[in-house]
């Protein structure tokens, strides 16, 4: 049934570029928060917000001077995703390639995990465990993605997105939190653009990743053209 909803839908928005004024974009707000803050489990979307998940991640990424190594995440729980707003969104379909854009406001998010730390930092080793707190406030984010649509599939070709962010505040507990503490909000408070190719990089690999997962994007992509996108 998914596959023929997704077809269809494709089929009717080939070549259409869909204006800004045919979109009631506070009407598609609330019903995308009410998708993340309670799932469908018709289309087979789980509760994002709050959101429990595990991450690795290569600080080397982080193009952060001298410092490298891995940072694990057990029991992350991420909260405030559906406190969003959306502005000046415009989806267009060519053929069989879809471009989404839009601008995202998260006015507060918060980040708890139990961490790990395995690094090198300024040529000190680095290792540790504790708990992680981090609030991100005032994040606007300039979203652009492309993607080829096919039958039952859909391949992520781009995904960016360029945020600025209010603040960063992230605060580390065991022997090494102060220290990575302050490199960390140094680093995130300064450089939002390279976080964002960052974001952008990790979002595209879990979206590609995802298929045949509670995360399938071909969910995603249903979910909001059935539910939330009134052509």
């Known amino acids: 049934m998914k596959l023929l909803v997704f077809a269809l839908c494709c089929a009717v928005l080939s070549q259409q570029v869909i204006s800004q004024e045919s979109l009631d974009i ?28 595990e991450l690795s991640v290569d600080l080397a990424t982080f193009g952060i001077n001298l410092v490298s190594g891995t940072l694990d995440l057990k029991n992350l729980l991420l909260q405030g995703i559906s406190g969003f707003n959306l502005e000046d969104v415009d989806i267009s379909i060519n053929g069989n390639e879809l471009t989404l854009n839009f601008k995202l406001i998260e006015p507060r998010i918060t980040i708890d995990a139990d961490y790990n730390v395995n690094a090198h930092i300024y040529g000190f080793p680095a290792i540790s465990n504790g708990k992680l707190n981090a609030i991100i406030v005032d994040l606007v984010a300039l979203v652009n993605i492309t993607a080829d649509l096919q039958i039952g599939d859909i391949i992520v070709e781009n995904f960016q997105i360029s945020p600025k962010i209010g603040n960063v505040d992230v605060k580390i507990s065991g022997i090494l939190g102060t220290l990575v503490s302050t490199v960390v909000n140094t680093f995130f408070n300064n450089n939002s653009k390279e976080l964002g190719v960052i974001i952008g990089n990790y979002l595209k690999q879990i979206i590609n990743n995802g298929k045949g997962t509670e995360y399938d994007i071909n969910n995603i992509i249903n979910v909001i053209f059935t539910e939330c996108i009134n052509l």
């Open 26 to 53: 506070n009407d598609i707000s609330i019903c995308l928060k009410n998708i993340v803050q309670s799932g469908s489990p018709e289309f087979g979307i789980p509760i994002l917000d709050p959101l429990n998940s």
